[in-house]
């Protein structure tokens, strides 16, 4: 079955600072990849995504992600971090051959000082 | 505009008492499913649908029922609440077995069963 690895379960950083959350996934064959963001007291929205094409994708807010397929990793990354980006972060995989289930990971919990 | 709507967004119930967390969305989608977010653990899905009548169980779905009626609601239903059932619960949306999709969040249930 797939499954998602999301290497950090909290990071704190200060203001300014760069940041990149791992992500992990198990499936071999074609998938869809995406992040998606939780800010407090909020539902989830969709952050940046996968499909095809160029592996380095951007996001919302200045946020970017790289796909790359020989590591099964997919890392949210962003150069300079703000204190509104403190959320919940998740990382989700689905495979549009195979089951199609939209598989999550446990989450990110980001804590930006001001 | 697309989007989920759940309803209510905020449950305080009693144990053993059912009730009903209502799901629809506008965007058409065929697969449905519902989440629980509990601190630690990330989401865990504990139904989904892939189209109407079509119903399946995810990873926690003790506790749980569903029906898929119709093409746009999908309401989770608790026949006898417990305590360990006090939780943030999110249904979700998506195409099924489209190459570009995505899963559009509602804006969550918090339920607390006492």
């Known amino acids: 079955a797939q499954s998602v690895s999301q290497h950090n379960h909290h990071v704190i950083l200060s203001e300014a600072a760069s940041l990149e959350l791992g992500c992990n996934y198990s499936?071999?064959?074609?998938?869809?990849l995406f992040w998606y963001v939780q800010y407090p007291g909020q539902h989830l929205q969709l952050l940046l995504k996968y499909f095809s094409g160029d592996p380095l994708v951007k996001g919302i807010k200045g946020f970017e992600a790289e796909f790359i397929k020989s590591k099964f990793s997919f890392n949210l990354r962003k150069p300079s971090v703000q204190w509104s980006d403190t959320a919940e972060y998740f990382c989700a995989v689905n495979a549009p051959n195979r089951d199609d289930k939209i598989i999550f990971g446990k989450g990110t919990r980001l804590h930006i000082l001001p | 505009e697309a989007q989920v709507t759940q309803n209510p967004r905020y449950l305080i119930t009693v144990t053993g008492k059912k009730l009903t967390v209502t799901c629809s969305q506008n965007?058409?989608?065929?697969?449905m499913s519902w989440y629980r977010q509990d601190p630690g653990l990330g989401l865990r899905q504990i139904y989904y649908?892939?189209?109407?009548?079509?119903?399946d169980k995810g990873d926690v779905p003790e506790g749980y029922k569903v029906s898929r009626k119709e093409k746009r609601n999908f309401p989770l239903i608790l026949e006898s609440p417990s305590p360990n059932q006090t939780s943030l619960y999110f249904c979700?949306?998506?195409?099924?077995?489209?190459?570009?999709?995505?899963?559009?969040f509602g804006q969550g249930t918090r339920l607390t069963v006492v």
């Open positions: 979700a949306s998506s195409h099924w077995q489209r190459t570009n999709t995505e899963a559009f």
């Open positions: 649908s892939m189209n109407v009548e079509v119903t």
């Open positions: 499936y071999g064959g074609t998938v869809n």
């Open positions: 965007m058409n989608h065929e697969y």
